[in-house]
């Protein structure tokens, strides 16, 4: 079997990328060259696995932040998410934490204030965190089986 040739791609179109800094002194990158009518926010953040004591600190406090804030429980949370038609994420790398939200620009502004809302005043159920511990321990044991 031959290998395909390897050609040159030519000048490929690259997106604008505007930069600053916010006023809290958060460096932000906004790439829009996308004709679609959607949009992707990724905050991120310095500090993950490698960077903690225990690597499941980082992805239980990722993987917590949408389970409750000052104002709204896990549900609330989802359903507000839902109703816009947005998508968030939160994911622990080796040295960065990835938060990600994604959904149609119409819906962005109004998805702020709850993503705000989940990054400024996270609460950290102890229910939730109980669900966290028992899910992690069943992957534990899983991997090790």
Do not use: W
Not at 8 to 35: H, M, W, Y
Not at 66 to 86: C, P, T
Request: hydrophobic content about 40%; charged content about 15%; some cysteine.
């Amino acid at each position: 079997m031959n290998a395909p040739k390897i050609t040159d791609f030519g000048d490929l179109p690259k997106p604008q990328i505007n930069r600053f800094t916010a006023p809290n002194g958060v460096n932000v990158s906004v790439v829009n060259g996308c004709e679609q009518d959607i949009f992707q926010l990724l905050i991120i953040l310095p500090g993950g696995k490698c960077d903690s004591t225990n690597p499941r600190h980082a992805m239980a406090t990722a993987s917590m932040l949408n389970k409750g804030s000052i104002a709204h429980n896990a549900e609330e949370i989802a359903a507000k998410f839902d109703h816009l038609g947005v998508s968030f994420s939160a994911g622990s790398y080796n040295h960065h934490t990835v938060l990600s939200l994604t959904g149609l620009n119409r819906t962005a502004q109004s998805a702020m204030p709850i993503l705000k809302e989940i990054l400024a005043e996270p609460t950290f159920p102890s229910d939730r965190l109980s669900i966290l511990k028992r899910q992690l321990t069943d992957m534990l044991g899983q991997n090790e089986a």
